[in-house]
């Protein structure tokens, strides 16, 4: 079946730095890349996502990359600010198109 | 946008016994999914609930102990049985009209089981 991998577990950076997460799936079949953003207490919010035939999109700050022939996937954000810190999540379909499998998070935290 | 609440948000509750999640969505949701998450953890996919069908379940998961129920397309509830102190855990119910557009996610029940 599917599996998702993330890296890095942990991120600390400075507010006003750059945050990249990287992510890479196994199924060639995944057409489906949505990321999502966990606050302690609450559950997973969709900040951005992606589909197969695009290779980046971009939302203000957040922007996502799709590799299909490396099958990798990162999101970036810039500029960060302390309430960037959370937990991320990124995800891919599985093959059959019926789940999202997630990867292991990333906390990442913004000390200002 | 759908919003997904769940109730209860919390519990405590005694092995042995049985803790019935529900998850109410504001608007007709194809999928619905029922994970669990560990504290610091990722999220597991307990099972798949369509209406009108069966749950599927992943593996390691058994309609036995977490039985579902997707009554239509807004509602749907499951079932922790006969629970033990490994069943603590976070879980949370999810929902999509179909499954490469954004899946929306309830806040959790948190279930503590002493």
């Known amino acids: 079946g599917e599996n998702v991998e993330q890296h890095p577990s942990t991120l600390s950076v400075q507010e006003g730095d750059s945050a990249v997460i990287k992510c890479t799936y196994s199924?060639?079949?995944?057409?489906?890349f949505p990321w999502y953003k966990q606050e302690l207490g609450k559950g997973p919010q969709l900040i951005i996502d992606?589909?197969?035939?695009?290779g980046e999109k971009k939302d203000q700050r957040i922007a996502v990359t799709l590799n299909k022939t490396a099958k990798h996937f990162s999101l970036h954000i810039t500029e960060t600010q302390p309430e960037d810190s959370a937990v991320y999540f990124c995800?891919?379909?599985?093959?059959?198109?019926?789940?999202?499998?997630f990867g292991k998070g990333t906390t990442l935290s913004v000390s200002s | 946008s759908a919003v997904i609440s769940q109730k209860p948000s919390r519990d405590i509750c005694q092995r042995g016994t049985s803790l019935t999640i529900q998850c109410q969505v504001d608007?007709?949701?194809?999928?619905m999914f029922w994970y669990r998450q560990q504290p610091g953890q990722s999220l597991t996919l307990i099972a798949t609930?369509?209406?009108?069908?069966?749950?599927?379940?992943e593996s390691g998961f058994v309609i036995d102990k977490f039985p579902i129920s997707r009554p239509n397309l807004t509602f749907s509830t499951l079932t922790v049985s006969n629970m033990s102190p490994e069943d603590s855990s976070i879980y949370l119910c999810?929902?999509?009209?179909?499954?490469?557009?954004?899946?929306?996610f309830g806040q959790g029940t948190r279930l503590t089981v002493v």
């Open positions: 609930a369509n209406q009108g069908s069966e749950a599927t379940y």
């Open positions: 999810s929902g999509t009209p179909n499954m490469d557009t954004e899946a929306f």
């Open positions: 199924d060639s079949a995944s057409n489906y």
């Open positions: 992606i589909r197969s035939n695009v």
């Open positions: 995800a891919a379909n599985n093959q059959a198109g019926t789940a999202l499998i």
């Open positions: 608007s007709q949701v194809t999928m």
